[in-house]
T-cell receptor, first 109, second 115 residues
Framework: KNEVEQSPQNLTAQEGEFITINCSYSVGISALHWLQQHPGGGIVSLFMLSSGKKKHGRLIATINIQEKHSSLHITASHPRDSAVYICAVGGGSQGNLIFGKGTKLSVKP | GAGVSQSPSNKVTEKGKDVELRCDPISGHTALYWYRQSLGQGLEFLIYFQGNSAPDKSGLPSDRFSAERTGGSVSTLTIQRTQQEDSAVYLC?????????????FGPGTRLTVT
């Protein structure tokens, strides 16, 4: 079993839909990261959180430490949101991250 | 300011040859990470440098892989006697400090193809 599990693996949505991507982890962590990877492009950090909820524009990330679960929500989705979204966790004094396999999101106009 | 840069962007090499991949982190970032993303696979950790401390090499897949970081800045990842299974995108990231509580900034990656 992977230490970081994401669901769904693939997601197709219509423009304007509310999207949720889930991440569960089995290790102790100090922080959880949500990353975005566009086709052929680099990786961009969206959020780093250790508790509660963060919001940036149409993106919202939440984490429940007790349940070892995080969600990434996209409101009013747009075709430019099409990308792979990756959940990653890190813990202790080390900074290296353990990654989920990613969720490939495609938003149709 | 400048982000993390990597070179080359693409590298094609013959099986058995050695390759060197370079990473220039963001100035002032004390932590530097190397990750690998194989086709259809998730990202995996390779090696991590934090300041002047000994690097964490726990993710290196074999002794053919090594890395160094000179002067706390530029890093080079070397793969000796390359194998076809080494084909992947190699990503470098840096962060202000070396714990998971700091945002990591990723470079564009080096796509390595071993023929």
């Amino acid at each position: 079993k992977n230490e970081v599990e994401q669901s769904p693996q693939n997601l197709t949505a219509q423009e304007g839909e509310f999207i949720t991507i889930n991440c569960s982890y089995s290790v102790g962590i100090s922080a959880l990261h949500w990353l975005q990877q566009h086709p052929g492009g680099g990786i961009v950090s969206l959020f780093m959180l250790s508790s509660g909820k963060k919001k940036h524009g149409r993106l919202i990330a939440t984490i429940n430490i007790q349940e070892k679960h995080s969600s990434l929500h996209i409101t009013a989705s747009h075709p430019r949101d099409s990308a792979v979204y990756i959940c990653a966790v890190g813990g202790g004094s080390q900074g290296n991250l353990i990654f989920g396999k990613g969720t490939k999101l495609s938003v149709k106009p | 300011g400048a982000g993390v840069s990597q070179s080359p962007s693409n590298k094609v090499t013959e099986k058995g040859k050695d390759v060197e991949l370079r990473c220039d982190p963001i100035s002032g970032h004390t932590a530097l990470y190397w990750y690998r993303q194989s086709l259809g696979q998730g990202l995996e950790f390779l090696i991590y440098f934090q300041g002047n401390s000994a690097p964490d090499k726990s993710g290196l897949p074999s002794d053919r892989f090594s890395a160094e970081r000179t002067g706390g800045s530029v890093s080079t990842l070397t793969i000796q006697r390359t194998q076809q299974e080494d084909s992947a995108v190699y990503l470098c990231a840096s962060s202000l400090e070396g714990t998971a509580n700091y945002e990591q900034y990723f470079g564009p990656g080096t796509r390595l193809t071993v023929t």
